[in-house]
T-cell receptor, first 111, second 116 residues
Framework: GEDVEQSLFLSVREGDSSVINCTYT??????LYWYKQEPGAGLQLLTY?????DMKQDQRLTVLLNKKDKHLSLRIADTQTGDSAIYFC???????????FGKGTRLSVIA | GAVVSQHPSRVICKSGTSVKIECRSL??????MFWYRQFPKQSLMLMAT?????????EQGVEKDKFLINHASLTLSTLTVTSAHPEDSSFYIC????????????FGPGTRLTVL
């Protein structure tokens, strides 16, 4: 079955870069996502990447995909205190299939 | 943008009672809605997929008679937790898919259910 793994915690200093890593097991995964969840709130789609892409950059966010190793990372440049949240990696086999989420990485930003 | 609301945001109920949670797509029609459950420090676990006008498809291990899902219109899906028990306490999140495109799935803010 599909499985998505993430480290549970990450702590960085304000202004530094954060790198959140994710691995997935299903090589058929076509769509890979990063979601942000602030305390007591729902999920906000941050960015996404298709499996035929290696990298995607969107302002402070850079997503890197190593399809061979089934490894996905999210880099947040110039991390701010407002970036403190839980970040979920998710994958789906197609646009019509439900998302499979990792357990989430809690990012703490130290001022 | 596309907005999904959930009501209520928080509910506390006594053991044995039933609780209904609403999920609405406010500015788009959702052919498919998903219901997730999130335990503390855990991932979102998909409970069921509901398509408007048809029966929901439940994931393995989710009791259909316990978690009743109704998707009566293109903008509303409801999850009813019947005869709730303390172990049903959780954060329930819905999402709504606008079209066939992969990224058109929008999440509600979640409902915190506490069963005493």
């Amino acid at each position: 079955g599909e499985d998505v793994e993430q480290s549970l915690f990450l702590s960085v200093r304000e202004g530094d870069s954060s790198v959140i890593n994710c691995t997935y097991t299903d090589s058929s995964s076509t769509y890979l996502y990063w979601y942000k969840q602030e305390p007591g709130a729902g999920l906000q789609l941050l960015t996404y990447i298709f499996s035929n892409m290696d990298m995607k950059q969107d302002q402070r966010l850079t997503v890197l995909l190593n399809k061979k190793d089934k490894h996905l990372s999210l880099r947040i440049a110039d991390t701010q205190t407002g970036d403190s949240a839980i970040y979920f990696c998710a994958e789906s086999l197609s646009g019509n299939t439900p998302l499979v989420f990792g357990k989430g990485t809690r990012l703490s930003v130290i001022a | 943008g596309a907005v999904v609301s959930q009501h209520p945001s928080r509910v506390i109920c006594k053991s044995g009672t039933s609780v209904k949670i609403e999920c609405r797509s406010l500015d788009f029609q959702a052919t498919t809605m998903f219901w997730y459950r999130q335990f503390p420090k855990q991932s979102l676990m998909l409970m069921a997929t509901s398509n408007e006008g048809s029966k929901a498809t439940y994931e393995q291990g989710v009791e259909k008679d316990k978690f009743l899902i109704n998707h009566a219109s293109l903008t509303l899906s409801t999850l009813t937790v019947t005869s709730a028990h303390p172990e049903d306490s959780s954060f329930y999140i819905c999402s709504a898919r606008r079209g066939a495109s992969w990224n058109e799935q929008f999440f509600g803010p979640g409902t915190r259910l506490t069963v005493l």
